[in-house]
């Protein structure tokens, strides 16, 4: 299979923590992106990070990217009940290939 | 303009019966997906489209199923004679001309086969 697979399947924290979740790919891609989608149904991007990248921030978001390992993590901090939501990492080089995501639950 | 529209947003049809669901992309965008999601699973490829390229057919889960893509916007997933498994939220998808472009998702088109 192509698809990346994120890690772990699912993760459960209180509001407030940091969140990690983890991505690992198997070919080599030109840029590696990250999506949230919540109950329902809409898929947002969150962020993009290019193949010579090594880290990218974004707000509460942090993305890391190792190209030797192909292996990308996003860290969510100060975590809040509204990031309750799917975490998805695309990637690819034209096609965008999904893995089955983190389910990250945030706690009050 | 408005973002990338699906229609229509939910249909129930019995199975055998054909279905076409409809994605309307975003003006000016040059690619094109067709995701299908199976309820608490992942995103499933089934088609891409780029451009005035041969499309990437390679996600297409049986010859029930086909996508056209007419003047480049414009895209309409057929699925023939539907079975129970076919039933799953199909989601579509755009982006624009770039290598590091993100893509937008429609709302989805909730597929139930009774």
């Known amino acids: 299979s192509q698809q990346g697979e994120e890690d772990p399947q699912a993760l459960s924290i209180q509001e407030g923590e940091n969140a990690t979740m983890n991505c690992s790919y198997k070919?080599?891609?030109?840029?590696l992106q990250w999506y949230r989608q919540n109950s329902g149904r809409g898929l947002v991007h969150l962020i993009l990070?290019?193949?010579?990248?090594r880290e990218k921030h974004s707000g509460r978001l942090r993305v890391t990217l190792d190209t030797s390992k192909k292996s990308s993590s996003l860290l969510i901090t100060a975590s809040r009940a509204a990031d309750t939501a799917s975490y998805f990492c695309?990637?690819?080089?034209?096609?965008?290939?999904f893995g089955k995501g983190t389910k990250l639950s945030v706690k009050p | 303009g408005a973002g990338v529209s699906q229609s229509p947003s939910n249909k129930v049809t019995e199975k055998g019966k054909d279905v076409e669901l409809r994605c309307d992309p975003i003006?000016?965008?040059?690619?094109l997906y067709w995701y299908r999601q199976s309820l608490g699973q992942g995103l499933e490829f089934l088609i891409y489209?780029?451009?005035?390229?041969?499309?990437?057919k390679s996600g297409l889960p049986s010859d029930r199923f086909s996508a056209e893509r007419t003047g480049g916007s414009v895209s309409t997933l057929t699925i023939q004679r539907t079975q129970q498994e076919d039933s799953a939220v199909y989601l579509c998808?755009?982006?624009?001309?770039?290598?590091?472009?993100?893509?937008?998702f429609g709302q989805g088109t909730r597929l139930t086969v009774v």
């Open positions: 998808a755009s982006t624009p001309p770039g290598a590091y472009t993100e893509a937008f």
């Open positions: 070919t080599s891609i030109n840029n």
């Open positions: 990070i290019r193949s010579n990248e």
């Open positions: 695309p990637w690819g080089q034209g096609n965008l290939i």
């Open positions: 003006s000016g965008h040059t690619a």
């Open positions: 489209f780029q451009g005035n390229s041969a499309p990437d």
